[in-house]
T-cell receptor, first 113, second 111 residues
Framework: DSGVTQTPKHLITATGQRVTLRCSPR?????VYWYQQSLDQGLQFLIQ???????AKGNILERFSAQQFPDLHSELNLSSLELGDSALYFC????????????FGDGTRLSIL | SQKIEQNSEALNIQEGKTATLTCNYT??????LQWYRQDPGRGPVFLLL?????KEKRKERLKVTFDTTLKQSLFHITASQPADSATYLC??????????FGKGTTLSVSS
């Protein structure tokens, strides 16, 4: 058990809809990362927050946004969903930001119909 | 452009043998290189971290080497077991950037 909790485990929705994925980091970790994993693209970094502030951005679409709250949990919002957004979305956490090991949740599987 | 390449083919070996997985990179100057294990439907699990000034790191049956001249890391699992079957991901950290993952190598150990 990594200590990182992601909800929901599965999400099925339709194109054009909006969803929110939630992540609770491991106790004591200040940094939260979001990744998208699809079969052909591997694990793609989306965005990182550290202690409530955005720290780094990857290939995150404008339709996607995230935030980290004062209690350090984080949410990833995906809007105007397209078929290609179907993927596994992982959250990870670490104590700080400088390339330390990351602890991953078991992901949210998003299916767009 | 920046690239991380892992063995593109799946690796199939017999129980008891040593599995060697390769991670090559171009146009990176990583401060750290990490290896993770991922089982189907689960999140990656951290295994080992090696710094740019370290040549080799060991943990139980696992060994990682890091050659910054060759721009390559090798990941070895000795005395492999069927339970080692999984996908193994290498990841690079370069100052000022996020951790970037390779696509992984799927290892299958048969008894």
């Amino acid at each position: 058990d990594s200590g990182v909790t992601q909800t929901p485990k599965h999400l099925i929705t339709a194109t054009g809809q909006r969803v929110t994925l939630r992540c609770s980091p491991r106790s004591g970790d200040l940094s939260v990362y979001w990744y998208q994993q699809s079969l052909d693209q591997g694990l793609q970094f989306l965005i990182q927050y550290y202690n409530g502030e955005e720290r780094a951005k990857g290939n995150i679409l404008e339709r996607f946004s995230a935030q980290q709250f004062p209690d350090l949990h984080s949410e990833l919002n995906l809007s105007s969903l397209e078929l290609g957004d179907s993927a596994l979305y992982f959250c990870a956490s670490s104590v700080e930001t400088t390339g330390q090991p990351q602890h991953f949740g078991d992901g949210t599987r998003l299916s767009i119909l | 452009s920046q690239k991380i390449e892992q063995n593109s083919e799946a690796l199939n070996i017999q129980e008891g043998k040593t599995a060697t997985l390769t991670c090559n990179y171009t146009n990176y100057s990583p401060a750290y290189l990490q290896w993770y294990r991922q089982d189907p439907g689960r999140g990656p699990v951290f295994l080992l971290l090696i710094r740019e000034n370290e040549k080799e790191k060991r943990k139980e049956r696992l060994k990682v080497t890091f050659d910054t001249t060759l721009k390559q890391s090798l990941f070895h699992i000795t005395a492999s077991q069927p339970a080692d079957s999984a996908t193994y991901l290498c990841a690079l950290y370069q100052a000022g950037t996020a951790l970037i993952f390779g696509k992984g190598t799927t290892l299958s150990v048969s008894s």
